[in-house]
């Protein structure tokens, strides 16, 4: 099983999936997210899925479960880079995937968890 690996920039951890994730690679991801979070003090999370061209709904819904864990350790969480396909399967699946920050790239994504940590007090 193929490890996705997670950069660490300041306060923020960049998440970059670059191959389709099975459900085990999705769980371990989930794992060693939710370490490198408390471990490296992560206020922000990035998961950028620009080469992801397939999800199914365990995905989808890991996504979600993967943001919603972070919030509670106090981290924001952001994807960015999702493909009009990937938008769309998720609407057919009824995966709003509620709570979900999205960008278009990780451009983006920076300046909106820049916004959003601003914003917190």
Known sequence: MQRV??????DVLIVSIQVDL???GVLALQEDL??????????GVIIDITAVEIVDSFI??????????????DAQTVVVGMRPAVAITLVELGLSLGGVRT?????KGVALLDHIRSATP
């Open 34 to 43: 939710a370490d490198a979070v408390v471990k490296n003090g992560a206020k």
């Open 60 to 73: 989808g819904r890991m996504l979600a479960t993967i943001a919603s864990m972070c919030s509670m350790l």
């Open 5 to 10: 690996p997670i950069l660490k920039l300041g």
């Open 22 to 24: 099975e459900d085990q």
């Open 103 to 107: 960008a278009l790239n990780l451009e």
